[in-house]
C-alpha cells in the first residue's frame, strides 16, 4: 500500500524567510504526489502536483515543490514566506483501489509564519 | 456549480438528535469522498463513491453513520444518535472519474457541534 509522511507537526517561519514542508513517500512504480493548503475554517485547497517531467513543480501563490525519486521526497517550498501563508498543508500521494484512484492523505503540517 | 457545496456550513445538535448533511459536487465528477477533520488535525476517510459501484463504506466509524448518493449526484451523509465525539468538520471531495490524476476539489465543509 501507498503511504505519505509529514514528519512536522508545525513549521515555523519568520516572514520574508525561504520556508520548506516536508513530504515522503512510499509507492510501487511512479507516484502522483500532490499539495494542499487549509486556511483557517476553510476545505482544502490544490496547491501543486507532479505527476511527470520536471522535477521542479510550480503551483498557486508562488509554492513550489521539489520531486527527488532516489529520497523519495517532495518537499514544498517557497522562497520568501508571507505571513498569509499560515495555514495547513496536506501532502497525498495516489493509489489505486480495485479499477479505481485515491489519495492518500498525510497528516498535515500547520505553517505558521510570524511578522 | 462551480465548485463543491456543502450545506449546511454550521450545525449545532444535541446530544442523540440524527444530522443530515449534505453535498453537491462538481457536475460531471463521479468520484465522491466524504472526511471527517477534527479541530486543526488530518483528515479522517469516511465514504468514497464512485459512479454506480458499491461505495467503500470502510472508513465509517460506527453503525450510526451512513451515507448515500442519489441519481449519482447529491450525497448525504446522515449522524444517528449523535454523540459529542461526533463533533469535527465533515469535508465533501469530488474528483472526475479518471480517478486522482487531476486531485480533488473540495468543499468548505459542515462544522457539527454536538452539545
Known amino acids: 500500500a501507498q503511504s505519505v509522511a509529514q514528519p512536522e507537526d508545525q513549521v515555523n517561519v519568520a516572514e520574508g524567510n525561504p520556508l520548506t514542508v516536508k513530504c515522503t513517500y512510499s509507492?510501487?512504480?511512479?507516484?502522483?504526489l500532490f499539495w494542499y493548503v487549509q486556511y483557517p475554517n476553510r476545505g482544502l485547497q490544490f496547491l501543486l502536483k507532479?505527476?511527470?517531467?520536471d522535477n521542479l513543480v510550480k503551483g498557486s501563490y508562488g509554492f513550489e515543490a521539489e520531486f527527488n525519486k532516489s529520497q523519495t521526497s517532495f518537499h514544498l517550498k517557497k522562497p520568501s514566506a508571507l505571513v498569509s501563508d499560515s495555514a495547513l498543508y496536506f501532502c497525498?500521494?495516489?493509489?489505486?483501489?480495485?479499477?479505481?484512484?485515491?489519495?492518500?492523505w498525510g497528516a498535515g503540517t500547520k505553517l505558521i509564519i510570524k511578522p | 456549480g462551480a465548485g463543491v457545496s456543502q450545506s449546511p456550513s454550521n450545525k449545532v445538535t444535541e446530544k442523540g438528535k440524527d444530522v443530515e448533511l449534505r453535498c453537491d459536487p462538481i457536475?460531471?465528477?463521479?468520484?465522491l469522498y466524504w472526511y471527517r477533520q477534527s479541530l486543526g488535525q488530518g483528515l479522517e476517510f469516511l465514504i468514497y463513491?464512485?459512479?454506480?459501484?458499491?461505495?467503500?463504506k470502510s472508513g465509517l466509524p460506527s453503525d450510526r453513520f451512513s451515507a448515500e448518493r442519489t441519481g449519482g449526484s447529491v450525497s448525504t451523509l446522515t449522524i444517528q444518535r449523535t454523540q459529542q465525539e461526533d463533533s469535527a468538520v465533515y469535508l465533501c471531495?469530488?474528483?472526475?472519474?479518471?480517478?486522482?490524476?487531476?486531485?480533488?476539489?473540495f468543499g468548505s465543509g459542515t462544522r457539527l457541534t454536538v452539545v
Open positions: 497525498a500521494v495516489r493509489e489505486r483501489v480495485d479499477s479505481n484512484y485515491q489519495l492518500i
Open positions: 509507492v510501487s512504480g511512479n507516484p502522483y
Open positions: 507532479y505527476i511527470t517531467g
Open positions: 457536475s460531471g465528477h463521479t468520484a
Open positions: 463513491f464512485q459512479g454506480n459501484s458499491a461505495p467503500d
Open positions: 471531495a469530488s474528483s472526475l472519474a479518471a480517478g486522482a490524476n487531476y486531485g480533488y476539489t
